[in-house]
């Protein structure tokens, strides 16, 4: 089962015993004090996941998704549900439906949420639903 967080304004994925950053970080973000060896430039426009090597062990920060979905297909997976294409950059929005769809607890959550629904969810529903979320009000 992948676990899915953020770090840095970006979303962690760890998977297989790999870790994927996906996204543009929003934020200054020490890769080494968190447990990563320096990705270099990041620049999701070009490349909208890197692949990241632990040097020592790494939990994904809670809270964080469970989702089916492995490998880089999940990488994949989360650069189409989440990153929003023109900047590169994690939909905050997105990301808050998902993991508090009611809007009832604003608070920061602990745990693990159960988002296996999302990589079930056929692209083009939810395309209809991203279109919808982003729309400038």
Aim: proline share 7%; net charge negative.
């Amino acid at each position: 089962m992948a676990r899915v967080g953020r770090l840095a304004g970006a979303i962690l994925a760890e998977t297989e015993g790999q870790f994927f950053l996906v996204g543009n970080p929003k934020e200054p973000c020490d890769f080494a004090t968190v447990g990563f060896e320096p990705p270099g430039v990041i620049n999701a426009l070009e490349r909208p996941f890197v692949r990241l090597v632990p040097c020592r062990s790494v939990q994904v920060p809670q809270p964080y998704l469970t989702l089916d979905v492995e490998g880089e297909a999940l990488a994949w997976l989360l650069v189409d549900r989440f990153v929003i294409q023109r900047n590169g950059s994690v939909s905050d929005r997105l990301w808050r439906l998902v993991t508090d769809p009611k809007q009832e607890n604003r608070a920061v959550m602990n745990g693990n949420i159960d988002a296996r629904w999302l990589g079930e969810v056929p692209a083009e529903i939810w395309h209809i639903v991203r279109e919808t979320v982003l729309k400038c009000t």
